[in-house]
């Protein structure tokens, strides 16, 4: 019997995805602190290996294994960047014709892939540096990104509303924050009770389950057509790839074809900041004068993930009154403030606390791709969410580049530093999102300028 529901593998991809990231920057720190000195991290230590006294030798190694780190997370998000960028658009282009179900299943064996060799790595001692090969071949079948594209192309398919698309968005992205947060709070209890070795082979186990869940119990609305199965050469199917892109935004009216160009800058440009600050709040966290170990670690990560209950919260209550480009706004100005809080955190009480104003954090990015969705052709969802996927992954490993190197350069005399550049960096997006108002003002809304263009099809069919 399929069933038709992808919320379970997006639990199950989430949990997965939420353990690996955590486990593998403090497996890579604790691997780097104890072959740069002769010190070693204990499990069962109650505090982390840290120092605050900067005339101390272990404050100044400290600082060294913080640059190390941040050079490495470089280096593989680098490795990956080419075969990931090229997988997520072939295969999320191609599921508008071929089905949902091929991004999903070849992205989940490669983070099942990953997830093995890690369990590899760290029961047998392998070298660490490994783990860039091994990110640059899984990236050859899809990341997180073409998994969650996707998922959301899933959605989309299903939903026949306009309004019932960002309501949609809006669950999904609740459910990944519960799952997140939940995972988040547990991860340093993982590592404390299982050691490294057992939490990647129950990562492993949780993909395998993700797959099979996938493959025999997944129903996929897209169905292959016979005129789409003429068999065509590597650059006869590329060239249609690029072909399916250009006309997505050749269909879009005269009006919205800039109005759809600027909510992908606005949304890329956002997901900038999100996603290359993230890994470096952890490094953050890890030194002076905060000195958190992994429980503290999964207890500040259970607290980010509220703001995917309060986005979701917060979009279902703003979405009777406001317009989806106001809450946009409210989440972008948000996150403004407390990123520049965090520059200023000392404490971790005050840590604690710069979560209050990242309640609405993930309102930006569920309503701009709901705004996007309603600009396309039920038959070109797949392709918007390739470029939004390609996009990402351009947006990650560039952000992820700049910000780790930024921190790297700057955590010996201002750790806050980088912190304070992302909130001006934030003002870009707020910018753009004025241009959109600007520029739709004289139709009225966003939401009218949609519901014209959708009876503007419907006469034509």
């Not at 941040?70 to 680098?78: G, K, P, T, V």
């Not at 093995?116 to 070298?127: G, Q, T, V």
């Not at 990104?145 to 959301?152: E, N, Q, R, S």
């Not at 990562?203 to 395998?208: C, E, H, Q």
Request: glycine share 6%; net charge neutral; aromatic share 14%.
């Amino acid at each position: 019997m399929k069933v038709v529901f992808v919320e379970p593998a997006i639990c199950l991809s989430a949990f997965a995805l939420t353990l690996t990231s955590p486990l593998t920057t403090q497996y890579v720190y604790r691997r780097i602190w104890n072959e740069t000195s002769n010190y070693s991290i204990a499990f069962e230590s109650n505090i982390s290996q840290c120092e605050t006294n900067k005339n101390s030798s272990i404050f100044i190694l400290q600082e060294k294994v913080q640059k190390k780190v941040s050079l490495f997370s470089l280096q593989m998000d680098m490795s990956g960047l080419i075969p990931g960028l090229v997988s997520t658009f072939i295969l999320l282009s191609h599921s508008d014709h071929k089905g949902r179900k091929f991004p999903m299943i070849l992205s989940s064996i490669g983070a099942l892939a990953t997830s093995i060799w890690l369990c590899l790595l760290s029961y047998f001692d392998f070298p660490f540096q490994i783990l860039i090969a091994s990110t640059f071949i899984a990236a050859f079948c899809g990341n997180s990104t073409t998994f969650l594209g996707a998922c959301f192309a899933y959605i989309v398919d299903q939903c026949k509303e306009q309004k019932q698309k960002t309501i949609r968005i809006a669950i999904t992205d609740f459910i990944l924050g519960l799952v997140i947060g939940l995972t988040g709070l547990s991860s340093g209890y993982f590592i404390r009770e299982l050691g490294f070795m057992w939490s990647f082979l129950i990562i492993a186990m949780v993909l395998t389950v993700n797959l099979i869940y996938i493959l025999f119990f997944l129903d996929d609305p897209v169905r292959e057509s016979s005129s789409q199965s003429v068999a065509m050469s590597c650059s006869e199917g590329l060239k249609n790839l690029f072909t399916r892109t250009y006309t997505l935004f050749k269909n879009a009216s005269g009006e919205q074809r800039p109005l759809l160009g600027l909510l992908l800058f606005t949304m890329m440009s956002y997901f900038f900041v999100i996603i290359g600050i993230s890994p470096i709040i952890i490094l953050y966290e890890l030194n002076s004068p905060l000195c958190w170990n992994e429980i503290f670690i999964g207890y500040g990560s259970a607290l980010d993930s509220v703001s995917f209950l309060s986005s979701f919260l917060g979009i279902w209550l703003f979405s009777y009154f406001m317009e989806d480009i106001h809450m946009a706004f409210i989440g972008i100005l948000t996150t403004m403030v407390g990123i520049a809080i965090t520059a200023f955190a000392k404490t971790t009480l005050m840590m604690f606390l710069v979560r209050l104003p990242f309640l609405f954090t993930i309102v930006p990015l569920s309503v701009l791709r709901s705004m996007m969705s309603k600009m396309v052709h039920p038959t070109e969802q797949g392709t918007l969410f390739a470029c939004i996927a390609f996009l990402e992954i351009i947006s990650k490993v560039t952000a992820i580049t700049v910000f780790n190197g930024i921190y790297s350069a700057t955590v010996d005399w201002y750790p806050g530093f980088i912190f304070l550049l992302s909130a001006v960096i934030l003002l870009i997006p707020a910018i753009s999102l004025c241009v959109v108002k600007c520029t739709n003002c004289n139709e009225g809304s966003y939401a009218v300028l949609t519901q014209e263009e959708s009876g503007d099809d419907t006469a034509d069919r």
